[in-house]
């Protein structure tokens, strides 16, 4: 799905849905679209309603201009989250950044 904004919309504020790839931190992902959004000679700004794990991946929402302050109501809200759970593996770091023992 993709999603396209007008540099008005950008600009005055608008909510932008990001599925954040594995080993990408929150900040790496708001420092790329603030580039682009530079490059494009769009000046706002620009924040993220919470953190994923740099090992995890999933929506992670930016808002820009004035929705930066509708951050918190969405943060508030439900989320769901899904895993895949191996049962008897083991790793010594229990996370992705060893190997299964």
Known sequence: MSYNFSKEELSLGAVIPIN????????NVVK?????????NIV???GHAGT??????????????KKTKTIESIQIQPKTY???IYLGA???SYDKETEIT
């Open 20 to 27: 954040k790839p594995l080993t990408w931190t929150s900040f």
């Open 32 to 40: 790329k679209v603030n580039f682009a959004l530079k490059k494009a």
């Open 44 to 46: 706002t700004k620009i």
């Open 52 to 65: 994923l794990d740099p090992l995890a991946t999933g929506l992670l929402i930016l808002c820009t201009g």
């Open 82 to 84: 899904i895993a895949t």
């Open 90 to 92: 083991i790793r010594p």
